[in-house]
């Protein structure tokens, strides 16, 4: 029955939106990877030794005063401070964007000294300081138009005081201060999570943050307090919807400390077996999650669109045709219609398949309106006289909703890859400032109930063609039951006022491909109610 198609669609995607709003973040998964660990003969069969506890508090304020000095290219820009010769901030200049993180590649036993500048040139910067009897030396590196900061601290001199020992990191602290209030009602909090990769499987940890109104301020929602981890750490890495900091490690880091302080950060520490280190390197990249660029950085596994591996499979390949399409037809707007329309095509078999079971089923309403007035007493015999019915007219009950299923994957993929991609922040197609933000026609100087002080009208553009859907649908239909007739009515109406209050604050570029989805979905209502 056309009803149950449309119905069986929409509801999928409107449990899809929900489910992402209300419960945004999976629980902590892991992913196998086929990648191998080699380690040295000489360290088989030895315990590491437990993970050192870094006592994540702030520390008082210095004596001296603070200097900064930065290190920018055409991508990114790098804010140094003098004290513990250390990164305060990264901006990405290209999005003018950054990320809510702090304490970058920081070593806890250094943040209380003065480091001056003995070296600068257009692409480093090294930090030193005399500390006792021996030298710090930190140096950062960042190429031209490069979304990766290579790092080295080394030390020369007298590794037995306590004081120098780099065998604790802090990679960075996720730094709930630094959230924008906008986000506190927004289901892109289910985006944010952070990650590592260690003894060769992945980590994702989701729901980072939690809004207090009473506070009204986000605060680290982290169900531990210490989390330790052990085994040899690949890479550790932090995202929200666009943007991601990913810290490569060596071999020699293999334990892990995830720490819930009462600054409101979360630390990501990581740590050596040894605690005599006179030097250690990093490779971090900071930019946006674009398929392309972590791949050329040997990061592409630490993007994903989905944490079930056949979904996230097919989300890439979505990404990557939309982005070959781009190269042939320079405008995101036009892209999403293009391969909006492919899709469609691909799955138009199993449409009209799926529509085609749902009309012989309609037609057979009258008989099976008797049959359950006759068996109206015996639940039994009404299932067993029905499936008989369907079996002698060759109808399999099933067969209008297995094509829709087999359809969601690609659907959901489109939705996923739309929701969660750099590349349409700023684009623009006909009125559309930004794909990546509701298509906002007018602005208005006024709050209104529902819609705000903006008028979007792609989602009414959406629910007025679902509209025409429903009445092109309704003609196919042989409704026998006056019961049933008054709710198609009511659906027709209702159905299309939930898209338009689900898609109003969603980003143009998903509702622009679900407004076009719907209307070939009404051509072909339309074309099956003229053979009618």
């Known amino acids: 029955?056309?009803?149950?198609?449309?119905?069986?669609?929409?509801?999928?995607?409107?449990?899809?939106?929900?489910?992402?709003?209300?419960?945004?973040?999976?629980?902590?998964?892991?992913?196998?990877?086929?990648?191998?660990?080699?380690?040295?003969?000489?360290?088989?069969?030895?315990?590491?030794?437990?993970?050192?506890?870094?006592?994540?508090?702030?520390?008082p304020p210095p004596s001296f005063p603070e200097q900064f000095y930065t290190l920018e290219n055409q991508t990114v820009r790098v804010l140094f401070t003098s004290i513990g010769g250390a990164i305060k901030e990264i901006y990405l200049k290209e999005y003018a964007a950054s990320l809510p993180v702090t304490n970058i590649v920081d070593s806890p036993k250094l943040v209380d000294y003065s480091f001056n500048v003995t070296d600068k040139t257009p692409n480093s910067i090294t930090f030193t300081a005399q500390i006792n009897d021996s030298e710090v030396n930190k140096k950062f590196i960042l190429k031209e138009k490069d979304y990766l900061l290579n790092v080295q601290i080394d030390i020369d001199g007298n590794l037995g005081m306590s004081k120098l020992d780099i065998s604790t990191i802090t990679g960075?602290?996720?730094?709930?201060?630094?959230?924008?209030?906008?986000?506190?009602?927004?289901?892109?909090?289910?985006?944010?999570?952070?990650?590592?990769?260690?003894?060769?499987?992945?980590?994702?940890?989701?729901?980072?943050?939690?809004?207090?109104?009473?506070?009204?301020?986000?605060?680290?929602?982290?169900?531990?307090t210490n989390v330790v981890k052990t085994g040899p750490i690949d890479w550790i890495g932090f995202r929200n919807k666009y943007y991601t900091i990913i810290l490569r490690l060596d071999k020699k880091f293999n334990n892990l400390n995830i720490l819930n302080d009462d600054n409101n950060k979360l630390f990501i520490n990581i740590s050596t077996a040894k605690t005599n280190i006179n030097s250690i390197q990093f490779k971090l990249f900071y930019g946006p999650q674009i398929l392309d660029l972590l791949d050329q950085y040997e990061l592409a596994e630490t993007m994903k669109f989905s944490r079930f591996g056949l979904l996230d499979g097919?989300?890439?390949?979505?990404?990557?045709?939309?982005?070959?399409?781009?190269?042939?037809?320079?405008?995101?707007?036009?892209?999403?219609?293009?391969?909006?329309?492919?899709?469609?095509?691909?799955?138009?078999?199993?449409?009209?398949?799926?529509?085609?079971?749902?009309?012989?089923?309609?037609?057979?309403?009258?008989?099976?309106?008797?049959?359950?007035?006759?068996?109206?007493?015996?639940?039994?015999?009404?299932?067993?006289?029905?499936?008989?019915?369907?079996?002698?007219?060759?109808?399999?009950?099933?067969?209008?909703?297995?094509?829709?299923?087999?359809?969601?994957?690609?659907?959901?993929?489109?939705?996923?890859?739309l929701w969660r991609s750099v590349m349409f922040r700023g684009a623009k197609f006909l009125w559309i400032k930004d794909l990546s933000e509701p298509d906002r026609l007018i602005v208005l100087n006024s709050e209104l109930p529902l819609i705000g002080n903006e008028f979007n009208i792609l989602p009414f553009l959406m629910g007025i063609v679902m509209f025409f859907q429903q009445k092109f649908s309704s003609r196919n239909m042989a409704v026998s039951d006056p019961a049933q007739a008054q709710q198609q009515k009511m659906m027709a109406l209702l159905l299309p006022f939930m898209m338009v209050f689900i898609f109003?604050?969603?980003?143009?570029?998903?509702?622009?491909y679900f407004t076009y989805f719907y209307l070939l979905?009404?051509?072909?209502?339309?074309?099956?109610?003229?053979?009618a």
């Open 1 to 59: 029955m056309e009803k149950r198609l449309l119905l069986a669609f929409i509801l999928s995607f409107a449990i899809l939106y929900v489910w992402s709003a209300l419960f945004p973040a999976p629980n902590p998964t892991t992913i196998k990877t086929e990648t191998t660990q080699t380690i040295d003969n000489k360290d088989v069969g030895k315990q590491p030794p437990p993970v050192k506890k870094v006592k994540a508090e702030a520390p």
């Open 172 to 224: 960075f602290a996720i730094d709930a201060d630094r959230m924008d209030k906008k986000l506190k009602q927004s289901r892109d909090l289910g985006l944010i999570d952070y990650a590592y990769k260690i003894n060769d499987t992945i980590t994702r940890q989701g729901s980072i943050f939690k809004y207090s109104n009473a506070k009204e301020q986000f605060e680290i929602n982290h169900k531990e």
């Open 314 to 417: 097919i989300c890439k390949l979505i990404y990557k045709v939309l982005n070959i399409i781009h190269k042939i037809i320079p405008n995101w707007g036009l892209c999403i219609l293009i391969l909006g329309t492919l899709i469609y095509g691909l799955t138009f078999p199993l449409t009209l398949k799926s529509m085609s079971s749902m009309k012989k089923i309609q037609a057979l309403q009258p008989k099976i309106a008797k049959l359950r007035e006759q068996y109206k007493n015996n639940p039994q015999r009404l299932s067993k006289e029905q499936m008989e019915l369907f079996k002698e007219h060759k109808v399999n009950p099933m067969g209008g909703c297995l094509p829709m299923l087999l359809q969601m994957p690609l659907f959901i993929g489109f939705y996923q890859v």
């Open 504 to 512: 109003y604050k969603a980003s143009s570029g998903l509702t622009l």
């Open 521 to 531: 979905t009404t051509f072909t209502q339309w074309k099956l109610s003229q053979k």
